[in-house]
């Protein structure tokens, strides 16, 4: 496997910040992403993948994966589900909470990393300032990983560089490694507004990290 990265894309704060970290770590030319069309309500998002990989001159793989969206239970691709609501059985997880998601992006990511030769995964997944998502822990990662190398007998590795990060460390890491011109490009509204409702959850979340970090969000500029 060579020594290049393919970025588990979905046009968002945290995903854009680590397309631009691994550009960094690999070099032009050596990385690319992977978008999941996964039944999801708000397809703003696929749109700003596209724009935001385009505009970066990464190449960009969509792959359709619309199983989530069939077993529904979520917000996200459950149009009969409130955003607002938080009510997601004994784990007391939100109803943002999408099982399986990462463990099925990240796997069929592997698989497209095994059939390209690319040696290293890298997503946005972070277990400080996240909404308590068991798919988004160093361990799962971990133990995903070494299913995965086991299972495809690959040395295939996963990267989390925003693992230990707070939204504030994450706008900085973003706005040092020049990723601020596509920010603005970006979706992270639950509510799949653009420009963002302002009142979410990930809305939230995405304003204090910017405020603490002392730098303007380009995406209010819309």
Not at 4 to 19: E, Y
Not at 20 to 41: K, L
Not at 103 to 125: E, S
Request: glycine letters at 10%; aromatic letters at 8%; one cysteine or more.
């Amino acid at each position: 496997m060579t020594d290049s990265a393919l970025v588990v894309f979905s046009g968002g704060q945290d995903s854009t910040t680590c397309l631009y970290w691994a550009i960094d770590r690999f070099g032009d030319g050596n990385v690319s992403c992977v978008t999941f069309d996964y039944g999801q309500r708000h397809r703003v998002e696929l749109q700003c993948a596209r724009s935001i990989a385009e505009f970066a001159s990464v190449p960009q793989v969509e792959l359709p994966i619309d199983t989530f969206a069939a077993l529904g239970g979520d917000s996200l691709t459950d149009p009969g589900i409130d955003v607002a609501a938080q009510s997601d059985g004994e784990a007391g997880l939100p109803n943002t909470f999408v099982p399986g998601r990462n463990l099925i992006f990240l796997t069929f990511a592997a698989a497209l990393a095994y059939q390209r030769g690319v040696g290293n995964i890298v997503t946005g997944v972070a277990e400080t300032d996240y909404s308590g998502y068991p798919d988004c822990r160093e361990q799962t990662l971990q133990k995903l990983q070494r299913t995965l190398q086991l299972g495809m007998e690959s040395d295939v590795r996963i990267h989390a560089p925003l693992m230990h990060l707070s939204k504030k460390q994450t706008v900085e890491l973003a706005r040092d490694l020049g990723a601020m011109p596509a920010m603005a490009m970006t979706h992270t509204c639950y509510n799949g507004l653009r420009p963002p409702c302002g009142s979410c959850a990930a809305c939230e979340l995405r304003a204090k990290g910017f405020t603490e970090a002392g730098v303007h969000d380009p995406l209010l500029d819309l």
